[in-house]
């Protein structure tokens, strides 16, 4: 059997739009060193409305944020700012710490923002958990083209071309675009490898893919990804964890001590600002929507 277990995600309203989270879950934490997986859209919301996801926190993890369509302001407390757009990665490390916020920007408001992608954490694996936050934007991403296939390379190496994204722990990452008729191999090198079909439809190695739905694939095989109409695939994976990870609201550690330390921190005001974004911020949840079960 090719595809070994399968994830729905859950739908979670966050002001004006949607987001599906599918990692972490009950069954299933990580794939690789994802831990956090979400989708979102195609939204478009009214003019003058955005996405405003105020200043927070982050440890022991790198976000990584891959966008379809749409753009989306980032600012961090190392004074980083960026405009994320198609074709883009933002890996923001947060190690010891780190405070974003992700805004529309104000074109995108006047005509009523649109977005389409997928917000990933990888947790980072021992003995880097607390290096210093960092932050970086890559757009020479290689693209491995044919008539019917498009393969955008966002982390780690994959049909013989390596991506200059940052990676802590072996990775793998990628955008598949297929055409009708389009087909693809996906390559067995990873530990653990995992598909989602984000639009249109796909098979793999017979099974048809499910919208939205994470596929965990049999290790050590190489499988075949084709679509008769047209789809999009994200592709994900890579080295698997011998330490337990936690999850708890934004924080991720391999200590739930830690876990409790960037809790106190927050509420205690010990986290750096954003500049530019120093007015509001999100508070810690009495009981977060994201979490690991124990």
Not at 5 to 19: A, E, I, S
Not at 150 to 169: C, D, F, K, N, Q
Not at 286 to 294: F, G, I
Request: glycine share 10%; hydrophobic share 35%; charged share 25%.
């Amino acid at each position: 059997m090719t595809i070994i277990q399968t994830l729905t995600p859950v739908t979670h309203n966050l002001g004006d739009f949607q987001v599906r989270r599918v990692l972490p879950a009950r069954e299933r934490t990580m794939v690789g060193p994802f831990i956090f997986v979400d989708q979102f859209g195609p939204n478009r919301l009214d003019p003058g409305k955005g996405m405003d996801v105020r200043p927070h926190p982050h440890i022991n993890l790198a976000t990584v944020t891959w966008l379809f369509e749409g753009a989306i302001d980032h600012r961090d407390s190392l004074g980083s700012f960026s405009t994320i757009r198609p074709g883009q990665v933002n890996l923001m490390t947060a190690g010891r710490g780190i405070v974003h916020s992700e805004r529309s920007p104000a074109e995108e408001r006047a005509a009523g923002p649109h977005f389409y992608g997928m917000q990933t954490w990888l947790a980072l694996p021992d003995g880097q958990e607390e290096i210093d936050p960092a932050f970086e934007c890559r757009r020479d991403l290689p693209l491995v083209e044919d008539r019917c296939v498009s393969a955008r390379i966002v982390m780690g190496e994959l049909w013989g071309h390596r991506a200059p994204t940052t990676t802590y722990a072996d990775t793998i990452y990628a955008e598949i675009v297929l055409g009708p008729s389009g087909t693809l191999p996906i390559e067995a090198g990873a530990d653990e490898r995992a598909v989602m079909l984000v639009g249109g439809e796909a098979i793999l190695d017979g099974e048809p893919l499910d919208l939205y739905t994470l596929a965990m694939l049999k290790p050590g095989e190489e499988m075949i990804l084709r679509s008769d109409k047209g789809g999009r695939i994200m592709l994900l994976g890579g080295e698997a964890f011998s330490t337990k990870r936690y999850v708890w609201w934004n924080f991720v550690s391999s200590s739930r001590e830690r876990i409790q330390q960037a809790k106190e921190d927050w509420t205690e005001g010990r986290f750096p600002k954003v500049p530019g974004d120093e007015k509001e911020w999100i508070p810690i949840p009495e009981r977060p929507l994201t979490r690991s079960e124990d």
